[in-house]
């Protein structure tokens, strides 16, 4: 169960989040807006990359929160861009970065392979990224990780080239149709869905400052 401390930081939150075609945006992160809302006490406004139209502001001071988990071509160019936007239309603004490369993300995403690694062999799989410091922060993770980390797009080539049976972590925040079909034996095809995720972003939002 997850408290409210007493001091609980009250500052705005921008969340930005990449979103599905049209703008559409999964039930989970409207789950984690509201319990981070009532838990800090303040607003939490969403940002959707394939939406439009962005919404204004409704404070004018915040933290501008990249929930993205690799350093593609929306953290290096589009988050750059909101946050000029913002910062013109009068916003205090202060921009942090990408999900992704948080200490407090990775410790989570370590515990998972540590549990994972009881049943079976984990292996990360992200969405396919072609740009130097994507591949230089996917090095950096695996070493951290210690374990494979490929794109999805070659996940059927390696299973049918190696012999070992092999836990797939699908490495994206919600579902989506590259990852539906990923874990057959129990479903999970996004980080939020599984619970040390969720109840973890919401904890790691709650206490931002």
């Known amino acids: 169960m ?5 001091n609980t930081p009250s500052r705005s939150l921008r969340l930005v989040v990449h979103g599905s075609s049209g703008g559409y945006v999964h039930p989970l992160v409207y789950y984690v807006i509201k319990k981070v809302e009532h838990l800090r ?13 962005p919404k204004h502001s409704s404070s004018s ?6 929930l993205l988990l690799l350093p593609g071509k929306h953290v ?20 942090l970065p990408f999900l992704g490369c948080w200490q407090q993300w990775i410790s989570i995403l370590k ?23 994507g591949s230089s922060y996917l090095e950096k993770l695996r070493m951290k990780l210690k374990i494979p980390i490929v794109p999805w797009t070659k996940w059927s080539e390696l299973r049918e080239k190696e ?24 479903s999970i095809s996004s980080l939020l869905e599984i619970d040390i995720f969720l109840i973890g972003l919401i904890n790691i939002l709650t206490h931002l400052t």
């Open 2 to 6: 997850i408290q409210k401390e007493q």
């Open 41 to 53: 006490g303040s607003c939490v406004d969403l940002e959707v990359l394939t939406q439009e139209k």
């Open 61 to 66: 001071s915040i933290l501008l929160v990249p």
């Open 76 to 95: 290096q160019n589009d988050i750059p861009k909101i946050y000029k936007r913002l910062n013109n239309e009068g916003v205090n603004t202060k921009l």
């Open 111 to 133: 515990y998972l392979i540590e549990m994972e690694s009881g049943f079976g062999k984990p292996i990360l799989l992200h969405h396919p990224l072609n740009n130097d410091i």
């Open 163 to 186: 012999h070992t049976t092999y836990t797939p972590i699908p490495f994206s925040l919600t579902p989506n149709q590259n990852t539906k079909k990923l874990r057959k034996h129990d």
